[in-house]
């Protein structure tokens, strides 16, 4: 089993910068494909950014794309989302994921076996 636990939000001015963090408890973070989704005020959760364990491989959202960088240290059992140039809409919940499987990433919710709690994200115009 594996307990995921996320930081770093907070309070930004629109084209400002957070970066995010998923501390992964256990000994078996590099078993994982991982990814980080997110849920605005009366709207479903939406994929955000995925990572895959051996290679590195990332897939972002349109929305991310060129903005949002996901990475990972398996030596730290950790994994990150540097958000730059933030915009209102950006504006949500984020949550971790870890979907079990050396290969491959996970786009779908239901790929995903283990969930963070979130960090809000608040982006000001």
């Known amino acids: 089993q594996v307990q995921l636990v996320e930081s770093g939000g907070g309070l930004v001015q629109a084209g400002g910068s957070l970066r995010l963090s998923c501390a992964a408890s256990?000994?078996?973070?590099?078993?994982?494909?991982m990814g980080w989704f997110r849920q605005a005020p009366g709207k479903e959760r939406e994929f955000v950014a995925a990572i895959s364990v051996i290679t590195r491989t990332t897939y972002y959202a349109d929305f991310g794309k060129g903005r949002f960088t996901i990475s990972r240290d398996n030596a730290k059992n950790t994994m990150y989302l540097q958000m730059d140039s933030l915009k209102p809409e950006d504006t949500a919940v984020y949550y971790c994921a870890a979907k079990l499987g050396i290969i491959g990433i996970g786009l779908k919710e239901s790929e995903y076996n283990y969930w963070g709690q979130g960090t809000q994200v608040t982006v000001s115009s």
């Open positions: 256990g000994r078996t973070f590099s078993s994982y494909a």
